[in-house]
């Protein structure tokens, strides 16, 4: 029914691709792999609170391994690293999907706490789904002034776009002036 193919991963063996019978192609975790896995699960978890944001399937479970640079769990396997929560669903819960791109589909927690791996909190989406989700829980900038029409500019670059604070903006360029200003009367004294 299904024919598996080796990944080509950094010291390999810990992804497999799987093409299911309508042809689509997967990704999951080798054997190898889902048994690492399942190990550093077991040992690296504990029964988290209950999400005020997200409570389907009960409390979140904490990882509580090693971290990554934005505080959400990760974890080596077989030589690669990977994210905690896509280890925890394609270990639990099966393969993920490849979208048009030939990428895998990101695995998204529906919870919003980075150290969850309760499976019935993740979800695996387009990586599109993923940004358009995260990009409607900002409503503020990181100065705290509230992200609307009025005090956001949006640029297009390439096939990127950047939101940024108008507020913010204007209070760099007014700071760099200054700085600019006080330069000058140094040089002017001098």
């Not at 971290?67 to 990977?82: A, K």
């Not at 029409?149 to 390439?158: L, P, S």
Request: charged share 25%.
């Amino acid at each position: 029914m299904t024919t598996q193919q080796q990944a080509s991963t950094r010291r390999g063996g810990s992804v497999t691709y799987i093409e299911n019978a309508e042809g689509k192609m997967r990704v999951a975790l080798s054997a190898a792999a889902k048994a690492v896995v399942s190990k550093k699960l077991v040992e690296n978890s504990v029964p988290g609170k209950t999400s005020p944001l997200w409570n389907r399937g009960g409390a979140c479970i904490e990882w509580t391994g090693t971290r990554g640079t934005e505080g959400q769990g990760v974890l080596t396997v077989v030589g690669q690293t990977m994210a905690a929560s896509r280890a925890a669903y394609l270990s639990m819960v099966g393969p993920v999907e490849l979208d048009e791109k030939g990428r895998p589909f990101d695995v998204y927690r529906l919870c919003q706490n980075k150290t969850c791996i309760n499976t019935h909190h993740l979800e695996a989406v387009p990586h599109a789904v993923s940004i358009q989700r995260e990009a409607a829980l900002l409503t503020h900038c990181t100065n705290g002034h509230e992200r609307n029409e009025e005090n956001t500019r949006v640029r297009r670059n390439g096939g990127r776009t950047y939101r940024g604070c108008i507020l913010c903006e204007r209070a760099c360029s007014q700071r760099y002036l200054a700085k600019k200003k006080a330069e000058q009367e140094a040089a002017a004294a001098a």
